[in-house]
Nanobody
């Protein structure tokens, strides 16, 4: 199983980025997908999640209204659209796939918000 994140980079405050996580080696549609992030010196935290069945979504309060998670089961890919980025969004962003029986992590992609 592989989860490969992409789309990270350096962006100015107020800017936007779209992260992608391409999955392989699993039945993607069976997995609940999430984005986590970890800033230097801080614990990893849940940013957004999308269910495997209904596609219902949930967000951390700190990103609600700015970030949008979505999935394309045909492409085995989950996305995180990030708008109105702030310096406190700077972190390594990780993709997670969970089926209750199995749990997988990507290698992470760096997002830096700075002027």
């Amino acid at each position: 199983v592989q989860l490969v994140e992409s789309g990270g980079g350096l962006v100015q405050p107020g800017g936007s980025l779209r992260l992608s996580c391409a999955a392989s080696g699993l039945t993607f549609s069976n997995y609940h997908m999430s984005w986590f992030r970890q800033a230097p010196g801080k614990e990893r935290e849940l940013v957004a999640a999308i269910s495997s069945s209904s596609g219902s979504t949930s967000y951390a309060d700190t990103v609600k209204g700015r970030f949008t998670i979505s999935r394309d089961d045909a492409k085995s890919t989950v996305y995180l659209q990030m708008n109105s980025l702030k310096s406190e969004d700077t972190a390594v962003y990780y993709c997670n796939a969970d089926s209750r029986l199995y749990n997988y992590w990507g290698q992470g992609t760096q997002v830096t918000v700075s002027s």
